[in-house]
């Protein structure tokens, strides 16, 4: 028997109030927030180094981006305090409203978007630019994550469960699908690993994935950009060809390649890379093959492993030990969130995937990337500082 109503909120769900939790709290998870300071060091190395030649060719300055990189951080670093502070089912009741203005953002952004390497991702307000994309990801993991806590007592119902959490995840994805595919395809993988853990019906995310697809496939066709490179990357050789290379076809990737062979196993050195002159952006998409050629495999091979503690501290720690079930949900989105955007940055530099946009957390020099980043550690820390002491949400 079933002890819970289907309209009771979270706080009702859980027997508790984020004030009564917030007695109950301990320190954040020092190892997380050891990672994510490595990981900026790492990446103000990187992002100094690779932006030289950039730089020369902006008129502009390496010590005056790398200044503006430093003061982001810095801000990251802020954004990372505070939001360890905030407790996070405040943040869960506000999640509706965030959906609202984020699903705002991309529809503007579609028409008043500024238009860089091909593609309107960039959105100006008060002469501020940002991505709408990250805000409504962040944003959609939050509001999934309290929809399937909210609806745990009828989780199986299509009409009341599935179809809700559906037609949020669908019109995200498509919104920011049309000018970001790399950003909305990883998206809907986080949310149908949410959705799964959240004890959705597998008959019900089959069904997902099947109009994922045929969403994906409908994007694909309409850019001849993202057909051009998934044919570039089925068409990949091991050996380069010097026509290729003549003629520009796969030039990023290429690029990529050579730097990543040139740091062999201790790499070129720090400062050295030459394949930074040759990378369009090796400061953010590609800062993986730079770290690569100036560290080596060495260097690569830490860099990951740090991703790799991270998501085996965010999910075996920090989600498993969680309160209770939104607490686990919110730490699963957001280890899962930090580390696939680690993880395909790296993959796409080395070859494993297509050429997409998605830059690589706290490491890639950036604004809007670096800052939600630091939003999404602040809401892992805070959860982190509230153990399992967690009533079940059902009981006979």
């Not at 992002?47 to 730089?55: C, D, E, H, K, N």
């Not at 699908?177 to 019906?201: H, K, P, Q």
């Not at 990357?233 to 730097?259: F, M, N, P, S, V």
Request: net charge neutral; aromatic share 10%.
């Amino acid at each position: 028997m079933i002890h819970t109503s289907p309209n009771r909120n979270i706080h009702q769900i859980l027997g508790t109030t984020p004030e009564e939790i917030d007695t109950r709290g301990q320190g954040s998870d020092r190892y997380i927030l050891m990672v994510v300071i490595m990981l900026l060091s790492f990446g103000s190395l990187a992002v100094y180094s690779s932006i030289a030649f950039f730089a020369q060719n902006n008129d502009t300055s390496a010590l005056e981006m790398i200044t503006r990189h430093l003061v982001k951080i810095g801000i990251a670093v802020v954004v990372i305090l505070l939001g360890s502070k905030v407790n996070y089912h405040t943040i869960a009741k506000l999640s509706r409203p965030f959906m609202v203005v984020s699903l705002l953002l991309l529809v503007m952004v579609l028409v008043f978007g500024e238009e860089q390497f091909g593609a309107k991702r960039w959105l100006s307000i008060g002469g501020f630019g940002f991505q709408p994309s990250t805000v409504a990801a962040v944003s959609l993991i939050i509001h999934v994550s309290v929809l399937l806590t909210e609806k745990q007592a009828y989780i199986k119902d299509f009409q009341r469960a599935f179809m809700p959490i559906m037609i949020w995840v669908f019109i995200t994805c498509a919104l920011i699908g049309i000018e970001d595919f790399s950003t909305a395809g990883l998206l809907m993988g986080i949310c149908l690993i949410l959705m799964f853990v959240g004890r959705i019906s597998v008959v019900q995310l089959g069904t997902m994935v099947l109009l994922a697809v045929f969403g994906g496939f409908l994007l694909i066709n309409q850019s001849a950009t993202r057909q051009d490179r998934i044919e570039q990357y089925l068409g990949q050789i091991k050996q380069i060809e010097t026509e290729r290379l003549l003629d520009g076809t796969g030039r990023q990737a290429q690029q990529a390649h050579i730097a990543i062979a040139q740091g062999e196993i201790t790499g070129v050195g720090i400062g050295k890379s030459t394949q930074r002159d040759f990378l369009p952006t090796p400061y953010n998409d590609f800062i993986f093959a730079i770290i690569a050629e100036e560290y080596g495999l060495l260097g690569a091979a830490t860099l990951i492993a740090l991703f790799l503690f991270l998501l085996i501290r965010g999910v075996a720690f920090v989600a498993r030990n969680a309160e209770d079930y939104l607490g686990t949900l919110l730490a699963l989105g957001c280890t899962l969130y930090l580390c696939l955007y680690g993880f395909v940055n790296a993959a796409v530099a080395s070859g494993l995937f297509p050429v997409t946009g998605l830059p690589m957390p706290f490491v890639s020099y950036g604004g809007t990337n670096l800052l939600f980043a630091g939003a999404v550690v602040g809401l892992l820390l805070n959860i982190s500082k509230h153990k399992k002491d967690r009533r079940p949400l059902f009981y006979a």
